[in-house]
């Protein structure tokens, strides 16, 4: 059963591009290669990260990036969590700007509805008020 990719910590999605490439090199194709990391990559990608690994070693494996998930780190995300099921009829510009005045952590408003939906937290406006 393969795992969603983005529930991997950093060292388990770096460990599982590692058997990725050690399965090309031992000559399993890409797809075979894929599906014993458990991972969810194309071929392009899975060829890339066999390159660099030829070209820099293991280390080329990184991951170095800095992007959205750093920002929702445990506090964050607990109190998202607790906020929205007790407010779920707050629009996300709304809890955007609350994120902002509470941690610092600016996210983009599609990246936070992405969240929501991934978390089942959803905004559910309110059915008491009419326009």
């Not at 059963?1 to 890409?30: C, D, N, Q, Y």
């Not at 070693?57 to 964050?76: E, F, I, M, Q, T």
């Not at 408003?109 to 406006?125: H, K």
């Amino acid at each position: 059963m393969t795992e969603k990719t983005t529930l991997l910590s950093r060292e388990e999605r770096r460990t599982a591009k590692v058997r990725l490439v050690e399965a090309m090199a031992a000559g399993h194709s890409w797809q075979e290669a894929v599906e014993l990391s458990g991972l969810v990559v194309g071929r392009s990608t899975a060829y890339t990260w066999r390159r660099r690994v030829r070209q820099e070693g293991n280390r080329a494996l990184d991951d170095g990036r800095h992007g959205h998930a750093s920002k929702l780190r445990a506090p964050v995300r607990q109190w998202l969590v607790a906020y929205c099921e007790e407010h779920p009829d707050v629009p996300s510009r709304v809890l955007q700007r609350a994120l902002h005045d509470r941690f610092g952590v600016t996210i983009c408003i599609g990246y936070l509805n992405q969240v929501r939906a991934e978390w089942g937290l959803s905004y559910r406006p309110s059915q008491g008020k009419k326009r």
